[in-house]
T-cell receptor, first 113, second 113 residues
């Protein structure tokens, strides 16, 4: 399985600011995914990031709020823009393996005051 | 069509007992059904997965049973241990270059010593 790291592991931010979350994989992968997990809830897909193309966003998520970069096959960033307390969640990146399995990073725990 | 329904929401089992978590799906295009285990403060870890061409898959103490006609699948944890206490998520995905996962709502398992 791929080894995935995320930075920061947690952060406390003020309302109206933005935070960029980094996701690094130890091997080249085609697809990277970003999920949100609200407190005590399940995971919801935010967007799919394919290297060299624009990210594809799920219903309810927009690029202005959650801009994503995918500059190469091992790295991606998710920015949470103009944050409000409702954005307090765990943000997780994941990657596909060649066998179709999906592996998750440790997550970034975001608290917005 | 995209929903995956999971039950029960919480489960308490005695050490050595069998834990059973159930999921049902609607979209017949789903062809991959993984289970994830998540400990507090950690990202979800892939536990076991099944494709609909088989009715059962076993890995150690963990077994997936799959009923294609009923559109249901379940996770059985044999000889449950306190270390199995975690949140379990079922998920499903469709064929394609980007296998976005649709998650169930999660089951919080507590195994009593």
């Amino acid at each position: 399985s791929a080894v995935i790291s995320q930075k920061p592991s947690r952060d406390i931010c003020q309302r109206g600011t933005s935070l960029t979350i980094q996701c690094q994989v130890d091997s080249q992968v085609t697809m990277m995914f970003w999920y949100r997990q609200q407190p005590g809830q399940s995971l919801t897909l935010i967007a799919t990031a394919n290297q060299g193309s624009e990210a594809t966003y799920e219903s309810g998520f927009v690029i202005d709020k959650f801009p994503i970069s995918r500059p190469n096959l091992t790295f991606s960033t998710l920015t949470v823009s103009n944050m409000s307390p409702e954005d307090s969640s765990i943000y997780l990146c994941s990657v596909d393996s060649v066998r179709g399995e999906q592996f998750f990073g440790p997550g970034t725990r975001l608290t917005v005051l | 069509q995209q929903q995956v329904k999971q039950s029960p929401q919480s489960l308490i089992v005695q050490k050595g007992g069998i834990s059973i978590i159930n999921c049902a799906y609607e979209n017949t295009a789903f062809d991959y059904f993984p289970w994830y285990q998540q400990f507090p403060g950690k990202g979800p870890a892939l536990l076991i997965a099944i494709r609909p061409d088989v009715s059962e898959k076993k890995e150690g103490r963990f077994t997936i049973s799959f009923n294609k006609s009923a559109k249901q699948f379940s996770l059985h944890i044999m000889d449950s241990q306190p270390g199995d206490s975690a949140t379990y998520f079922c998920a499903a995905s469709r064929p394609g270059s980007a296998r976005q996962l649709t998650f169930g709502s999660g089951t919080q398992l507590t195994v009593l010593p």
